[in-house]
């Protein structure tokens, strides 16, 4: 893998699991196939479309006791509109310096109304690979 040797959460006091800065590509291929870690990948498309059953997975991976009001309750505590209220009342660590909200629209997909034909291509370009291999990608190649 061809990352930066930049790294984040590498130094004291850790705040984060120390990790290299790369492309989002080299990213996700450090975690899936480089961790020596256990891990559970979540798509945002899955917590949209089907939270309960993606977030029931999530409490038996790290084990915890299942209880499907608390799973319920999380889920809505942590739902987009929550999200965005609570940012609006006391911001967000991880905003952008440029003044815009952290947490902008909380759709699946919305990406297909704000860029290119050009930009898609890119993106496909670079990360096609990974993209087909967490299913965004048909067996064509072509963004679902």
């Given at each position: ?9 590498a ?12 492309s ?15 891990i ?20 038996r ?7 499907q ?53 890119r ?13 965004y ?8």
């Amino acid at each position: 893998m061809a990352a930066t040797s930049y790294m984040i959460g590498a130094g004291y006091p850790r705040t984060q699991v120390p990790q290299q800065l790369c492309s989002w590509s080299e990213h996700v291929i450090s975690w899936l196939d480089d961790s020596n870690l256990p891990i559970c990948v979540l798509r945002y498309e899955d917590m949209l479309s089907r939270a309960f059953g993606t977030f029931s997975e999530v409490i038996r991976f790290v084990g915890f006791e299942f209880n499907q009001k608390k799973i319920r309750e999380a889920i809505q505590a942590s739902s987009f509109n929550e999200i965005k209220k609570q940012e609006k009342r006391h911001g967000f660590r991880e905003q952008s310096i440029m003044g815009r909200d952290f947490f902008r629209k909380g759709q699946a997909g919305n990406w297909k109304k704000h860029l290119s034909a050009d930009q898609v291509d890119r993106v496909l370009q670079t990360h096609g690979k990974v993209m087909q291999r967490l299913g965004y990608l048909d067996t064509a190649g072509n963004p679902l």
